[in-house]
């Protein structure tokens, strides 16, 4: 994603705007950018709400951990899911290596999460 292309931004002010020095281009392909943009962001808004959701499931298996004194962290676990979805990344011709990367830092923060509630700090 650009600079230019953030959440919550309204793309039409500057898709008719030709960028300096190239007055040439296409009205067409400004409305095809400005469209592209806007997808972008309902996805990234799509993103976000899934993470949110995901963090709810999550901290719910936090406390039932902390309930059960089962440690934070499964390793075993967080194993299968980064081969799971490095399978899923391939498969949908995804990078596996930025979808790893992905993954651990969502498992750190959930372990962060659990970790939290077994101290008796529920976040939620």
């Known amino acids: 994603?650009?600079?230019t292309d953030t959440p919550g931004t309204d793309h039409s002010a500057t898709a008719g705007a030709a960028p300096a020095g190239d007055s040439a281009v296409d009205a067409s392909v400004r409305a095809e950018l400005?469209?592209?943009?806007d997808s972008i962001d309902n996805i990234d808004a799509a993103v976000v709400h899934m993470l949110a959701e995901r963090f709810k499931c999550?901290?719910?298996v936090g406390r039932l951990k902390a309930e059960h004194e089962l440690p934070p962290a499964d390793p075993a676990r967080e194993?299968?899911?980064i081969a799971r979805l490095r399978g899923l990344a391939e498969s949908a011709k995804l990078d596996p290596a930025f979808a790893e990367k992905l993954l651990n830092f969502?498992?750190?923060e959930v372990i962060r999460h659990h970790e939290t509630i077994a101290e008796g700090n529920d976040p939620s």
Do not use: E, K, S, V
């Open 1 to 3: 994603m650009a600079a």
């Open 34 to 37: 400005g469209a592209l943009r």
């Open 58 to 60: 999550t901290q719910r």
């Open 79 to 81: 194993a299968r899911q």
């Open 106 to 108: 969502i498992i750190a």
